[in-house]
């Protein structure tokens, strides 16, 4: 027998991205994000929802591009002050000596030093409440060769990305290899 | 200097959430989704993408609600097998012996042996490509006890949810604790 714990955001776990975006003066910006997700497959999409109050979102606007940008476990202290910060009055790559590296493809910088960087360019707005949805079409993906699998695909437990917990508002690492997927459960019952 | 790896939904992590239904003739089935997050925090919205080819696809549309319930690791074969087969041919619910329980909110079913499960009315389809991603409110949270912190308030650490990774097609369990959330970051630069 469940409780019910109200209409409220609570589930796990969601993925900490940093989203990269140039202002309307060309000052690259970060903000961190845990609304966000993969949306669809072909074409590829991200989706990243965000406050209408954030100075990113105008920045999305005003470019229609973003990066959405994946940080490693030892990023989570810079991952989390990016997120308690605004680039209305803050400069975050310099304050955090990171790196704008302006995409090739779309209108947006992505962090060098982060290991894994998706360049995208806004295919819908959904007005949902509080928040805005940008779908991106993920035009290009652009990664570290140490964080790539003998296919050369990124592989989790080279990027060591980390996550958060909305209900008691932590950071987890990511743990151990448990299975592979459409494979491992072939004989459940 | 990254390298180029295409237009692909190359990321990481995603989490792994079964999506519960109800068909026309009232069988409730699952579907295995990382194509998701959560999309606005008030009113509360989670967003799902899904083929039109699935089966809970037609059973959205038809109930225009559907559940989100949080598998732990130990589930991991259970809805890795629940991804790969199809509610049009298999009753999942009994193949696996899980127990669908009608929300008392929303025309949907959660699972009774999974701890966490969100129900949550359709609020926004949109259509993007291969995949169409439902809004949904998320009306009410239900989740065991045994999940919860002593705020009330469930813990990932106490889920032991799983992550999938789309570059490699495996599954990762969560690890260990990192930081709390808009304070380890105080200090960076």
Known sequence: MKQSLGAKTLTSPTP??????YDKE????????AWVGICCSKPPCVGVSLRKAT?????????KAFTVNV???????????????SGKNVDKFSKLKLTPVRSNIVDAPYVEEFPL????????????????????????????????NSKGLPDTNKIKPFLFD???GTYYRVGAYLGQAFATGKSAR
């Open 26 to 33: 060309g000052k690259p910006n970060l903000m961190t994000a």
């Open 16 to 21: 900490v991205w940093i989203i990269g975006t």
């Open 71 to 85: 940080p490693r476990e030892v990023d989570a202290k810079k991952s989390d002050h990016i997120g308690t910060v």
């Open 166 to 168: 909305p209900g008691s």
């Open 55 to 63: 100075y990113t979102y105008g920045n999305i606007v005003e470019r």
């Open 117 to 148: 960087a998706l360049e995208c360019k806004v295919l819908h707005t959904i007005e949902i409440g509080l928040h805005t949805e940008f779908i991106g079409e993920i035009m290009d993906v652009k990664a570290d060769s140490s964080v790539l």
